[in-house]
């Protein structure tokens, strides 16, 4: 019986694991011809790995780069099965209630960078007072899509950009936050002079960050995304 029950729960959350895969540049689907995809679904959990940055594997890069104006906007795009881009499956089911936050940082080169530069934060979707608000459902009311703007004050170059969603349906254990990310190999052009600091993967999270090690079924619940400020241009 023990067994059974071991089995069904992993089961279980195997179907909940999802994986960033696609992106839009504007109205454009590029699909995954610019992603570093991840070997599989399954959530990075150590806080202090280089595979905080762009997933197992993600330090090393993939061959498309996809350009994009600044002021344009890109939609980073995520599913819980490899290819399935059906809007009928949650993008990320399972009660894998946390934030989506979209990170971008600087490189020389996208197809080389192995994301040890600094990251800023973009984009993100907390938790605003209900379930419907978490940024994971948000991204399963939008069929996985999440869209954000590339300031215009931006400066022009290559970047990565990294897409993550948190997991924090077992958060309230050391260890139990589920981080899923990949990085986009991006070509800015047209852009400005702004060049944001940002932090550092691994660096940015603590393990017992409010942000990553919380009871989210505590009521009242507030949260807190961890992680800078957005940058807006
Ligand atoms: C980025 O775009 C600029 C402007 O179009 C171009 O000159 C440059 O070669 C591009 N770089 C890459 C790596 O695609
Ligand atoms: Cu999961």
Redesign the pocket.
């Known amino acids: 019986m023990k067994c059974l029950l071991i089995l069904l729960a992993t089961a279980s959350s195997i179907t909940a694991h999802s994986t960033w895969q696609e992106l839009w540049v504007g109205s454009t689907d590029e699909a995954g011809t610019c992603v570093r995809l991840p070997p599989n679904n399954n959530p990075v959990t150590d806080v202090t790995s280089n595979d905080l940055r762009c997933n197992v594997g993600g330090t090393t890069g993939v061959s498309g780069?996809c350009?994009v104006a600044a002021g344009n906007t890109l939609t980073v795009e995520m599913h819980a099965q490899p290819g399935d881009r059906s809007c009928a499956n949650p993008a990320i089911g399972g009660n894998h209630y946390g934030p989506v936050m979209v990170y971008m940082s600087a490189v020389a080169?996208?197809?080389t960078a192995d994301g040890s530069s600094s990251w800023f934060k973009v984009a993100q979707d907390s938790y605003a007072g209900t379930t419907e608000s978490w940024g994971t459902e948000i991204l399963n009311a939008n069929c996985g899509k999440r869209t954000f703007t590339v300031p215009k004050t931006l400066a022009?170059?290559?970047y990565l950009v990294r897409a993550e969603a948190i997991a924090l349906h077992a958060a309230s254990s050391s260890g139990g936050a589920q981080f899923y990310m990949s990085c986009y190999q991006i070509?800015?052009?047209?852009g400005g002079s702004a060049k944001p600091t940002g932090v550092l993967f691994p660096g940015a999270y603590k393990a017992s960050d409010p942000g990553i090690l919380i009871n989210i079924y505590q009521t009242p619940l507030t949260y807190t995304a961890p992680g800078p400020a957005v940058w807006t241009g």
Do not use: P
């Not at 070509?187 to 047209?190: A, H, P, R, S």
């Open positions: 780069v350009e080169d996208a197809t022009s170059g290559n070509n800015v052009t047209g």
